[in-house]
C-alpha cells in the first residue's frame, strides 16, 4: 500500500471510522498472522496473536507518531507479541516443571508441536521442525532477523525499520544467523 493509502486508513483509524480499521485487517490480517505463525508455529496461537495485534492497533492508533509505514508498525507489534508469548511459554513451562517436583506429576507437555506455516515450501514437515528447532536456539535479534527475511520476504530495510537497527547491523546479524544455522544443522545432522 502507498503511503497516501496508509495516511487515509491512519487519519480514519485516529477518528474511530470502522471502516478504516476493517480496511487495516483486510490489507494486513495475512501478513500479520503469518510473522507470528512464523514465531510460534502453532496455528491457533496465531491465531490470538494477530486478533492481539490488532487490538492493540486500535487501542495505541493515538500514540502512532509515522515515523514509519503502518506496516513497519504491525510488524512491530506482531513480533513483540509473539516473542511476549513465548516468553510466557517458557514461564509456564519452567512453573510446571517446578510443580512437578514438588507434586510428583509429569510435567505438562506444553511444547509448540505444531509447525505448519505457509510461507515454508518444504516437502517433509520434519524438514520444517527440525530448521525452526535450530531457530529457536538462534540469539532473538538473529531469529527476528531471519524469519522476517527468509520466512516473510521482507527486505533488509524494512527489518531495519521493524527492529530499529540500521541496515548494516541488519546484514550482520542475518550472517551471523546464517552461519548459526549451519552449524546448528550440521551439528543435528552428524548426531542422526
Known amino acids: 500500500m502507498d503511503s497516501l493509502g496508509d495516511n487515509n486508513i491512519i487519519s480514519g483509524l485516529k477518528k474511530g471510522d470502522e471502516s478504516s480499521f476493517q480496511l487495516l485487517i483486510e490489507l494486513y490480517q495475512d501478513k500479520v498472522y503469518n510473522t507470528c505463525l512464523g514465531f510460534v508455529r502453532n496455528e491457533s496461537d ?3 496473536l494477530t486478533q492481539e495485534v490488532f487490538i492493540e492497533v486500535f487501542l495505541k492508533i493515538n500514540t502512532f507518531r509515522g515515523d514509519a509505514s503502518i506496516s ?3 510488524y512491530r507489534i506482531a513480533v513483540n507479541k509473539s516473542l511476549e508469548f513465548i516468553r510466557k511459554q517458557k514461564r509456564k513451562k519452567r512453573f510446571g516443571f517446578l510443580k512437578s517436583l514438588f ?3 509429569d510435567m505438562p507437555d506444553t ?3 505444531n509447525n505448519n506455516h505457509p510461507g515454508i515450501q518444504l516437502e517433509m514437515k520434519e524438514l520444517a521442525e527440525i530448521l525452526f528447532e535450530a531457530l529457536d536456539k538462534l ?6 532477523a531471519f524469519t522476517l527475511h527468509k520466512i516473510e520476504g521482507l527486505s533488509y530495510k524494512e527489518i531495519s525499520k521493524v527492529m530499529g537497527k540500521s541496515n548494516s547491523s541488519i546484514e550482520s ?3 551471523r544467523a546464517k552461519v548459526g544455522l549451519r552449524k546448528l544443522l550440521s551439528e543435528y545432522y552428524k548426531n542422526v
Not at 540469539?139 to 527476528?144: D, F, H, I, L, R
Request: cysteine-free; aromatic content about 4%.
Open 46 to 48: 496465531a491465531d490470538d
Open 72 to 74: 513497519t508498525w504491525l
Open 103 to 105: 507434586e510428583n506429576e
Open 111 to 113: 511444547s509448540l508441536k
Open 139 to 144: 540469539p532473538v535479534n538473529q531469529k527476528t
Open 173 to 175: 546479524i542475518l550472517h
